[in-house]
C-alpha cells in the first residue's frame, strides 16, 4: 500500500516552462510534506517542505501549494532551467518521532 | 561532523561474502535511517534508530539484514551471505528532533558479482 502517491514518474519540460509533480496522501495524521531532490551519484537534498497550516510556501522558483481538504500537495518550479533536471521525491510525516514515508519518484528533464 | 558520512563510497563483493557499510551521522543527531536504492528506483526504507529507543527494523528484507548503532553515533549495516539482488545503493541518512528534514550521505554502491 502506497502511503504517498506521487505523479508522473517521468516529466520533461523545455527550458523556462514550469514543471509539475503532484503527490496525494491518504493519513489524515500527517503534518509535515518535505520535496528532496536528488541528482545522480547523490543523496536526496531537502528541497522545500509545508506544514498543513499553510496553502502554499515559496522559496526562489520553487513553490509547494497544498491542499489539506483534497489531501494533495504539488511542487511546482518556475523557469525551469537544464540543472533542474533531478529526481524528485515527495514525502510525509506523522509526528516529530516517525520515519518520513516516501513517494516513488518523479525523474525531471529540462531540455535547453 | 558537517554532514552525514558514507564508508566506502563503492563496494564490490562476491555472491556469499559479508560486508559491512558504515554511516558517521551529524554530530547531535539523535534519528538515523538506513535506505536502499536500486538503479533509477524509489528509496526502500530499512531500519531506523531514535536515540535509544528500540530501533525500527520493519524494512529490512530478510534476516541476512542487520544494523546497529553505537552510542547513538555511528551506525553499521551487515549484509551476510550476499546475493545478486542486494546490489544497490545503501544511503544513510540522519535528523535531529528540533529540524523536520533528513541529510542524506551520498552512499554507498554496493555490487555483488
Known amino acids: 500500500q502506497q502511503q504517498v502517491k506521487q505523479s508522473p514518474q517521468s516529466l520533461i519540460v523545455q527550458k523556462g516552462g514550469i514543471s509539475i509533480i503532484n503527490c496525494a496522501y491518504e493519513?489524515?495524521?500527517?503534518?509535515?510534506f518535505p520535496w528532496y531532490q536528488q541528482f545522480p551519484g547523490k543523496g536526496p537534498a531537502l528541497l522545500i517542505a509545508?506544514?498543513?497550516d499553510v496553502s502554499e510556501k515559496k522559496e526562489g522558483r520553487f513553490t509547494i501549494s497544498f491542499n489539506k481538504s483534497a489531501k494533495q500537495f504539488s511542487l511546482h518550479i518556475m523557469d525551469s532551467q537544464p540543472g533542474d533536471s533531478a529526481t524528485y521525491f515527495c514525502?510525509?510525516?506523522?509526528?516529530?518521532?516517525?520515519?518520513?514515508?516516501w513517494g516513488l519518484g518523479t525523474s525531471l528533464a529540462v531540455n535547453p | 561532523g558537517a554532514g552525514v558520512s558514507q564508508s566506502p563510497s563503492n563496494k564490490v563483493t562476491e555472491k556469499g561474502k559479508d560486508v559491512e557499510l558504515r554511516c558517521d551521522p551529524i554530530?547531535?543527531?539523535?534519528?538515523l535511517y538506513w535506505y536502499r536504492q536500486s538503479l533509477g528506483q524509489g528509496l526502500e526504507f530499512l531500519i531506523y534508530?531514535?536515540?535509544?529507543?528500540?530501533?525500527?527494523k520493519s524494512g529490512l528484507p530478510s534476516d541476512r539484514f542487520s544494523a546497529e548503532r553505537t552510542g547513538g553515533s555511528v551506525s553499521t549495516l551487515t549484509i551476510q551471505r550476499t546475493q545478486q539482488e542486494d546490489s544497490a545503493v545503501y544511503l544513510c541518512?540522519?535528523?535531529?528532533?528540533?529540524?523536520?528534514?533528513?541529510?542524506f550521505g551520498s552512499g554507498t554502491r554496493l555490487t555483488v558479482v
Open positions: 509545508i506544514r498543513p
Open positions: 554530530s547531535g543527531h539523535t534519528a
Open positions: 541518512a540522519s535528523s535531529s528532533l528540533d529540524r523536520a528534514g533528513y541529510t
Open positions: 534508530f531514535q536515540g535509544n529507543s528500540a530501533p525500527d
Open positions: 493519513n489524515t495524521a500527517f503534518d509535515y
Open positions: 514525502a510525509a510525516r506523522a509526528g516529530n518521532n516517525r520515519k518520513l514515508i
